[in-house]
Protein backbone atom coordinates (compact mmCIF):
# COMPACT_ATOMS: atom_id res chain seq x y z
CA UNK A 1 0.00 0.00 0.00
CA UNK A 2 1.49 3.31 -1.12
CA UNK A 3 1.87 5.59 2.04
CA UNK A 4 3.07 9.33 2.15
CA UNK A 5 3.85 10.62 5.55
CA UNK A 6 3.66 14.56 6.08
CA UNK A 7 5.06 16.47 8.32
CA UNK A 8 6.20 20.13 9.25
CA UNK A 9 3.26 22.28 8.91
CA UNK A 10 2.86 25.15 11.28
CA UNK A 11 2.41 29.23 11.54
CA UNK A 12 4.68 31.73 11.49
CA UNK A 13 4.81 35.27 10.87
CA UNK A 14 5.85 36.67 7.38
CA UNK A 15 9.23 36.15 5.71
CA UNK A 16 9.46 33.21 8.30
CA UNK A 17 10.45 29.86 6.95
CA UNK A 18 9.28 26.07 7.92
CA UNK A 19 10.39 22.79 6.65
CA UNK A 20 8.18 20.00 5.07
CA UNK A 21 9.06 16.51 5.01
CA UNK A 22 7.74 13.65 3.21
CA UNK A 23 8.23 9.97 3.45
CA UNK A 24 7.38 7.55 1.22
CA UNK A 25 7.16 3.99 0.56
CA UNK A 26 10.92 2.78 -1.20
CA UNK A 27 8.46 1.21 -3.80
CA UNK A 28 6.87 4.67 -4.52
CA UNK A 29 9.62 6.96 -3.97
CA UNK A 30 12.06 4.90 -6.51
CA UNK A 31 12.30 5.76 -10.14
CA UNK A 32 9.08 8.25 -9.80
CA UNK A 33 8.26 11.75 -9.68
CA UNK A 34 7.10 13.40 -6.30
CA UNK A 35 5.91 16.69 -5.86
CA UNK A 36 4.39 19.46 -3.13
CA UNK A 37 1.14 20.79 -3.57
CA UNK A 38 -0.98 23.60 -1.90
CA UNK A 39 -4.44 24.38 -1.72
CA UNK A 40 -6.19 27.63 0.22
CA UNK A 41 -9.78 27.58 0.98
CA UNK A 42 -12.01 28.76 -2.10
CA UNK A 43 -9.01 28.24 -4.29
CA UNK A 44 -7.86 25.34 -6.92
CA UNK A 45 -5.02 23.35 -5.93
CA UNK A 46 -1.70 24.30 -7.01
CA UNK A 47 1.62 22.41 -7.92
CA UNK A 48 4.23 24.18 -6.12
CA UNK A 49 7.62 22.10 -6.52
CA UNK A 50 8.27 18.45 -7.88
CA UNK A 51 11.13 16.31 -8.20
CA UNK A 52 12.39 13.19 -9.96
CA UNK A 53 13.49 10.68 -7.61
CA UNK A 54 16.44 9.48 -7.42
CA UNK A 55 17.65 11.95 -10.15
CA UNK A 56 16.93 15.47 -8.58
CA UNK A 57 15.88 17.39 -11.56
CA UNK A 58 13.61 19.63 -9.92
CA UNK A 59 10.42 21.97 -11.24
CA UNK A 60 8.21 25.05 -9.50
CA UNK A 61 5.61 27.49 -10.05
CA UNK A 62 6.81 30.84 -10.62
CA UNK A 63 4.97 31.65 -7.60
CA UNK A 64 7.92 29.78 -5.46
CA UNK A 65 10.84 30.44 -7.28
CA UNK A 66 13.57 31.50 -5.49
CA UNK A 67 11.98 30.80 -2.00
CA UNK A 68 11.25 27.56 -2.04
CA UNK A 69 13.52 24.51 -2.47
CA UNK A 70 12.43 20.90 -2.66
CA UNK A 71 14.96 18.29 -2.15
CA UNK A 72 15.51 14.64 -1.18
CA UNK A 73 17.18 11.84 0.86
CA UNK A 74 17.37 9.19 -0.89
CA UNK A 75 18.40 7.26 2.00
CA UNK A 76 15.40 8.08 3.88
CA UNK A 77 12.72 7.89 0.84
CA UNK A 78 12.26 11.43 2.04
CA UNK A 79 11.30 14.51 -0.12
CA UNK A 80 11.83 18.09 1.74
CA UNK A 81 9.99 21.35 1.13
CA UNK A 82 12.17 23.88 2.47
CA UNK A 83 9.78 27.48 2.18
CA UNK A 84 12.08 30.89 2.82
CA UNK A 85 10.61 34.24 3.19
CA UNK A 86 7.09 32.81 3.50
CA UNK A 87 4.12 35.57 2.42
CA UNK A 88 0.45 35.11 3.96
CA UNK A 89 -0.62 33.95 0.79
CA UNK A 90 1.54 30.77 0.94
CA UNK A 91 -1.15 30.05 3.92
CA UNK A 92 -2.62 27.00 2.37
CA UNK A 93 -2.65 23.35 3.11
CA UNK A 94 0.03 20.95 1.65
CA UNK A 95 -0.14 18.04 0.63
CA UNK A 96 2.63 15.51 -0.91
CA UNK A 97 1.54 13.69 -3.89
CA UNK A 98 3.48 10.81 -6.08
CA UNK A 99 3.39 9.81 -9.83
CA UNK A 100 3.23 5.55 -10.24
CA UNK A 101 6.54 4.46 -10.44
CA UNK A 102 8.19 4.59 -13.96
CA UNK A 103 6.52 8.13 -14.60
CA UNK A 104 8.45 11.44 -15.16
CA UNK A 105 8.24 15.12 -14.18
CA UNK A 106 9.00 16.49 -17.09
CA UNK A 107 5.25 15.89 -18.51
CA UNK A 108 3.79 18.40 -15.54
CA UNK A 109 1.64 18.00 -12.32
CA UNK A 110 -1.43 16.40 -13.85
CA UNK A 111 -1.07 12.32 -13.08
CA UNK A 112 -0.40 12.75 -9.62
CA UNK A 113 -2.65 9.89 -8.15
CA UNK A 114 -1.29 9.36 -4.57
CA UNK A 115 -1.44 12.02 -2.08
CA UNK A 116 -0.79 12.82 1.71
CA UNK A 117 -3.30 13.63 4.59
CA UNK A 118 -1.92 17.19 4.57
CA UNK A 119 -0.65 19.62 6.39
CA UNK A 120 -1.19 22.92 7.19
CA UNK A 121 1.03 26.38 6.31
CA UNK A 122 -0.07 29.23 7.48
CA UNK A 123 1.64 32.72 7.30
CA UNK A 124 0.71 35.40 9.24
CA UNK A 125 1.31 39.29 8.13
Known amino acids: QVQLVESGGGSVQAGGSLRLSCTAS????????MGWFRQAPGKEREGVAR????????YYADSVKGRFTISLDSAKNTVYLQMNGLKPEDTAMYYC??????????????????WGQGTQVTVSS
Open 97 to 114: AAKRRGSVCYTGVTDFVY
Open 26 to 33: RDTYSGNC
Open 51 to 58: VSTPGGTT
